[in-house]
C-alpha cells in the first residue's frame, strides 16, 4: 500500500455500521510511514467514526486545515482531547470572522474556538501562504489562482474586517496533492478556489500532469450550469481514472458528474475508501 485515504466525516455515509453523517468533512490519511488528517468536520460525529472505521486518531503525525468554516474545523478541540500537541498546518486567514448572509439570514461560519483557546489545549499552528511540501511527497497548494472565467466565489460569503462585512474571497481555501506512483492524488476540501482552479494550479507546481484520482468537496452544489459543464470538460481532459464527489458537491452535481463518468465515479461518503 502506498496511500490509503478514508472518510471520517461527511454529510452521507456508505458503511452501515455505527458512523454518523454530518455536514461537514474529514479525511484520515495513511502513508507508508505516517498518517495524518484532512480537515475535522464539525466535530459531533469525528471521534465516533473514528473508532467504528478503527482509525486511531492518537497516531496522526498533524492535521491539515483546508480553510476556516465550521464544518471544517469543528472538531479541533476533541481532537486536541486525543492528539495533543498536534502541528496544524493551515492558511493565516482561518481566523477570520466569517458570516453567511442571503436575504434575512446571517449565519457565522467561521472557526467555533479563539485561537489561544486551541493553543493552550495544544494546538501548534504552520501557517503559511505559498505552495509547499510539507511532507515526503505532500503538497500544500497555498493560496491558489483564480484564473478560470467560469469558477466564482459565493456572494454569500462575508467577512469582517475593520468592524465591516465585505466579500470573502476565501484565499486560505487549500487543497492537498500527494504524489504517488500512478500520478497525482488532490484532496479538496470544499474547494472555493474552484476545482479546476485547484488542478490547473497543482499541475504548475508540481510539473506532474498526470491525475490519478480527485477526492472531495466540489463546491459544484452552488454552481450554474455552464461552470459544472466546463468543469467536466476538463476533468475528461485530464483523464483522471477516480473522482470521489462529496460534501458540497450536492445531490444533482453529483448525478451529472455519475453520468459523465460512470465507473470511475464514486460517492466519498463515510467510510468510503481509496487505496494506491
Not at 472518510?7 to 452521507?12: A, G
Not at 469543528?74 to 496544524?88: A, C, Q, T, W, Y
Not at 474552484?194 to 477526492?215: E, K, L, P, R, W
Amino acid at each position: 500500500m502506498e496511500l490509503k485515504i478514508t472518510i471520517l466525516v461527511e454529510n452521507s455515509v456508505i458503511y452501515p455500521f455505527d458512523v454518523l453523517g454530518e455536514h461537514g468533512f474529514s479525511v484520515f490519511i495513511e502513508m507508508k510511514d505516517f498518517s495524518f488528517l484532512f480537515d475535522t468536520g464539525q466535530g459531533k460525529a469525528l471521534i465516533n467514526n473514528s473508532l467504528a472505521l478503527k482509525k486511531d486518531l492518537r497516531t496522526i503525525k498533524f492535521l491539515y486545515l483546508s480553510h476556516g468554516h465550521y464544518d471544517h474545523t469543528g472538531g479541533l478541540v476533541e481532537l486536541l482531547k486525543v492528539k495533543s500537541p498536534l502541528d496544524i498546518y493551515a492558511h493565516p486567514d482561518i481566523f477570520l470572522e466569517r458570516y453567511w448572509i442571503k436575504e434575512d439570514i446571517k449565519k457565522y461560519i467561521g472557526i467555533p474556538f479563539p485561537r489561544f483557546y486551541l493553543e493552550n489545549l495544544g494546538a501548534k499552528f504552520v501557517l503559511h501562504r505559498e505552495f509547499q511540501e510539507i511532507a515526503p511527497n505532500v503538497f500544500s497548494s497555498g493560496e491558489v489562482k483564480r484564473e478560470t472565467p467560469f469558477e466564482k466565489i459565493d456572494k454569500e460569503m462575508k467577512k469582517k474586517v475593520e468592524g465591516q462585512l465585505v466579500q470573502d474571497d476565501i484565499l486560505d481555501d487549500y487543497s492537498l496533492a500527494i504524489k504517488t506512483k500512478k500520478g497525482l492524488v488532490i484532496i479538496l476540501g470544499c474547494a472555493h478556489s474552484g476545482m479546476v482552479n485547484v488542478i490547473n494550479h497543482f499541475v504548475q507546481q508540481t510539473g506532474i500532469d498526470q491525475i490519478y484520482a480527485v477526492i472531495g468537496g466540489t463546491h459544484l452544489g452552488f454552481a450554474d450550469e455552464e461552470q459544472l459543464e466546463e468543469t467536466i470538460k476538463v476533468l475528461k481532459d485530464y483523464e483522471i481514472a477516480k473522482l470521489g464527489v462529496s460534501h458540497c458537491t450536492g445531490l444533482t452535481a453529483s448525478a451529472k458528474i455519475f453520468n459523465s463518468f460512470r465507473e470511475k465515479f464514486f460517492f466519498a461518503s463515510v467510510g468510503a475508501v481509496l487505496e494506491v
